[in-house]
């Protein structure tokens, strides 16, 4: 069964070296987390994988990477300085600070239990401000950037000409956002840091609603097949106070979290509200000249934009499992092959000198191609128990006859079967195994 406790991830992701509070030993720094030698490698994966299927698998969608940081006319012309605001209110009984569209009772506070005790709603900006500059009073404002879309819009003629590619085409991004939040919560759902995924697809105007639809189901699928279950999964479209200002509509994929049903990502038609925006303010063309036509338009954006990090953690809850082998108890996370931090762990069953060679050069072979680790400490039970706890779909056993057979135990993460092959078949048993 996946997780249905927030604190099984969190306590396992601690422990194994997935997730850190940031700053610890200072005693932390609210809603900032540090990815370990595992979690840094699912990050990756989720990020890659996203990648592969995004651009690498696709002729019509191209990579960039664009700057964190960015003037006040970016955010002017996008409409982020005036619009991107939370409804903020204070608490005058325990002074503490909510956000006030994510309260349960809008009356009561959560933290101390207080009735009627909130101030009135004050708008506030999410973005981070910064200056650019060796001295601040005369340095130019910045901002942080709070979602990396705006990048691809402003690189839109930029990237127009150098690719070569016409709309229907799209520009993918991944990379790093800040958002001031008034109530950063959950873990690594919500936090002032993270990552996005996101894609801008440029069409034809009359094109927009098939290409949002061909979307929604696109992302809903990548998320089943990189192994969450489709219960729990559901696409909801936005009702119509729920639209941001660039949006003529938006549908999120939800995953169900152990707090209830929650956002993993957004399809947002925003027609051609971005591009038209920075023409304006830039005084900069914009637009599409079609060749074949003779028309020249400004194309409309479906944006299907995903929280890498987010993402990461409802993969760990959808992949959490315990099971009982051999009477005992196991945990065991059943996260898909291409996302697992390691694909394959090498463990020689004695740490003494006549097998560790040949362990450490099958560890090096495998490791030109995959992730893998290398581990010959504590019994072999106890070293597959912890494999199976960081998610690793293989395990090979180099015992001591294979110096006689050539040949070495593989161990399957999932049904714990185990297999004997000849090294010499190993690396195409393993792809055979893993897919890739």
């Not at 189901?217 to 639209?243: S, T």
């Not at 697992?340 to 040949?358: Q, R």
């Amino acid at each position: 069964m996946p997780a249905t406790d927030l604190d099984q991830i969190v306590n396992l992701c601690k422990r194994r070296g997935f997730v850190y509070p940031s700053a610890e030993i200072y005693g932390g720094f609210r809603s900032t987390y540090d990815y370990g030698p595992l979690g840094s490698l699912l990050l990756r994966n989720v990020k890659e994988a996203w990648i592969r299927s995004t651009v690498q698998q696709r002729d019509d969608v191209v990579l960039i990477d664009a700057a964190i940081l960015g003037p006040p006319q970016i955010w002017e012309a996008s409409g982020h300085l005036a619009n991107f605001t939370d409804p903020l209110v204070d608490c005058t009984s325990c002074k503490q600070r909510f956000r006030l569209d994510k309260l349960d009772d809008p009356n009561t506070c959560p933290s101390c239990g207080a009735v009627g005790s909130f101030t009135e709603a004050r708008q506030f900006n999410l973005m981070f401000k910064t200056h650019a500059g060796p001295i601040e009073d005369h340095a130019a404002v910045a901002y942080l950037r709070p979602e990396t879309a705006q990048g691809m819009f402003v690189n839109f003629v930029n990237v127009l000409q150098t690719s070569r590619k016409k709309p229907p085409f799209g520009i993918a991004q991944v990379g790093k956002s800040f958002r001031n939040e008034i109530t950063p919560q959950n873990w690594i759902f919500r936090t002032r840091e993270f990552e996005q995924m996101e894609l801008e697809f440029f069409v034809p105007p009359a094109d927009g609603p098939q290409w949002y639809e061909y979307w929604c189901n696109e992302r809903l699928d990548w998320y089943v097949r990189h192994g969450i279950p489709a219960e729990m999964l559901r696409l909801r479209a936005h009702d119509d106070d729920e639209l941001s200002h660039y949006s003529s509509g938006t549908s999120d994929v939800e995953f169900l979290f152990p707090w209830g049903w929650d956002e993993l990502e957004g399809i947002a038609q925003r027609s051609d509200y971005d591009l038209t925006q920075h023409a304006a303010h830039s005084g900069e063309k914009l637009d599409f000249f079609d060749q074949a036509t003779g028309e020249r338009y400004v194309p409309h954006v479906v944006e299907p934009a995903a929280g890498a990090t987010r993402t990461m953690a409802a993969f760990l809850l959808a992949a959490y499992d315990e099971d009982v082998v051999n009477d005992e108890t196991r945990t065991v996370l059943r996260l898909h092959p291409r996302l697992a931090p390691y694909k394959v762990a090498v463990l020689p069953l004695s740490k003494k000198d006549t097998l560790t060679p040949l362990a450490h050069e099958i560890r090096r072979t495998l490791s030109e191609r995959y992730m893998v680790d290398y581990d010959e400490t504590q019994a072999i039970g106890r070293r597959y128990r912890r494999q199976d706890e960081i998610g690793t779909p293989l395990c090979v056993t180099v015992d001591f006859d294979s110096l006689d057979d050539g040949a070495v135990t593989i161990r399957d993460r999932d049904s714990t079967q185990q297999v004997r092959v000849p090294i010499s078949d190993l690396e195409a048993e393993i792809s055979a195994r893993l897919g890739f």
